[in-house]
């Protein structure tokens, strides 16, 4: 019965007989013994297990450690209390619970996390703890990082992972450092590039090379007529003052409808439409003459402004627009390069701002081809531009159409054969006599027409 519970330790009487309990004495004793064996061999198997258990958690460069049930340290490796518990020795680890080994450690002060917040601290590591989900990273005493990985067991045990990641913390601050210098560092250049240049090289879009192709752009020029004069009456402080505002205010418009700001040249301003981005050559047209537009009305506003501030005679700009091909690119060496547009396109807007009136627009024919359903203008003279065998036509802006309907008593109406532009408060009364007299006569022969072309039907008895 002793041995049947396993108790291999008790003797076995009777083995010395040799009658039948004599018999059945010895082959107990052989039952025992080899219960012996057995009991020695799962022991030595158990130990070895351990052993090599141990062994494994003590190789690996993380710090291991498992808790039971009841939450108190069962096992763990040295890199656990090198890492975790530094100065504390192994036998004052095992068999205590968790809550009293991160609160000494918090206490000794191994833990910045806690500084401070000792009790807040403890409470939320302990939920952390009893409901692991995601790994986290820990701040510890002296600069260092640990990653943290806890996963229950399935008898309600904890088993952790602790890596130390100070090296990856510090070279990620680094790497912070660096990259906030280079965004910086970033920003200041884009103030030297138009930001659609910009875009396109740091995107990769584009490459930093001397490289050029021909496109069809529309150029703008304008330069402030009157500036020379007006340098004359201010000092340098002032002069400067006057010039940056206006080329900030020129400058938040052009960015507005989408020019790509070529350069400053003094008081003059060269923008072109068509790359590095371009929305289609008519689209580009219309969005550059509309970004004169803007402009001319912020100088009218900026005009009153500089009067209000003691500049007695404000300057005018004058705008010149043209649509052409030219040369877009990188041109100079490998070491300094410029992105700029040259060809006759440009020549030509030059010259038209250089002939535009103080505080108008002045476009190219092929740019009013463009935007004429949109923009109304005034036929001016042709034009002789070196470098060109025929003289250029011109047109000045008048307005967007949709500014002069809103504005004042403008009819616009344009289709395919149709195309009908009133003016009313720009007409002298004989003006709109007549006006009243072509347009009866208009509606007089439409009339006919349609008559002509109504069918006619005939219904018995009647004539219809």
């Known amino acids: 019965m002793d041995l049947a519970t396993g108790d291999t330790s008790v003797d076995v009487p009777g083995r010395e007989r040799s009658d039948e309990l004599g018999r059945m004495a010895q082959a107990l004793g052989v039952f025992r013994d080899t219960a012996i064996e057995v009991q020695k061999s799962n022991l030595k198997e158990i130990a070895e297990a351990r052993r090599r258990l141990s062994v494994a958690i003590e190789s690996i460069s993380e710090a291991f450690s498992l808790y ?14 090198t890492l975790i518990f530094p100065g504390v020795g192994e036998d004052s680890l095992i068999g205590t619970t968790f809550e009293s080994l991160i609160r000494r450690a918090a206490e000794r002060g191994d833990i910045d996390d806690a500084q401070g917040r000792l009790e807040e601290w403890v409470e939320e590591r302990l939920a952390r703890h009893r409901n692991p989900s995601a790994a986290f990273v820990q701040r510890r005493g002296h600069g260092r990082w640990v990653l943290v990985s806890e996963r229950k067991t399935d008898d309600g045990g904890t088993v952790a992972v602790y890596s130390d990641v100070t090296e990856l913390k ?61 340098t004359e009456r201010l000092q340098s402080e002032d002069l400067t003052q006057l010039l940056n505002h206006y080329l900030t205010e020129m400058s938040k418009i052009a960015l507005q409808f989408g020019g790509t700001i070529d350069k400053y040249v003094g008081d003059a301003i060269l923008i072109f ?46 705008t010149g627009i043209n649509t052409g091909f030219c040369t877009v690119g990188n041109f100079g060496s490998e070491d300094r390069m410029d992105y700029t547009i040259i060809g006759s396109g440009v020549n030509l807007a030059c010259r038209l701002e250089q002939m535009a009136p103080p505080g108008e627009i002045l476009i190219s024919y092929e740019t ?17 531009v070196k470098g060109m065998a025929h003289a250029v036509a011109t047109y ?20 395919a054969n149709l195309k009908l532009d009133i003016d009313v408060e720009a007409m002298s009364v004989s003006e709109r006599s007549d006006a009243v007299t072509v347009l009866q006569r208009a509606m007089d022969r439409l009339s006919r027409v349609k008559e002509a072309a109504d069918p006619v039907i005939h219904v018995k008895g009647d004539r219809a």
């Open 68 to 81: 039971d049930n009841e939450d108190r340290l069962v096992s763990c490796n040295s890199q656990y209390r």
């Open 273 to 318: 439409f068509g790359d590095p981005d371009s929305k289609g050559v008519k689209a580009d047209a219309v969005a550059c003459v509309r970004m004169a537009v803007a402009m001319r009305e912020r100088m009218r506003e900026l005009d009153s402004l500089w009067r209000a501030s003691g500049i007695e005679k404000p300057p005018r700009c004058r």
């Open 368 to 384: 009013y081809a463009h935007v004429k359903e949109q923009v109304c203008c005034e036929e001016r003279e042709h034009i002789n």
């Open 170 to 230: 510090q070279r990620e601050e680094e790497l912070s450092v660096k990259t906030n210098a280079l965004e910086q560092l970033s920003s200041q250049l884009a103030k030297y590039l138009s930001p659609q240049v910009y875009e396109s090289i740091f995107t990769g879009r584009s490459k930093v090379t001397v490289a050029s192709r021909r496109k069809k752009l529309t150029i703008f020029f304008s330069d402030l007529e009157g500036f020379t004069e007006t």
């Open 396 to 415: 000045k802006v008048i307005d967007l159409f949709d500014n002069l309907c809103e504005r004042r008593d403008f009819i616009h109406e344009e289709s």
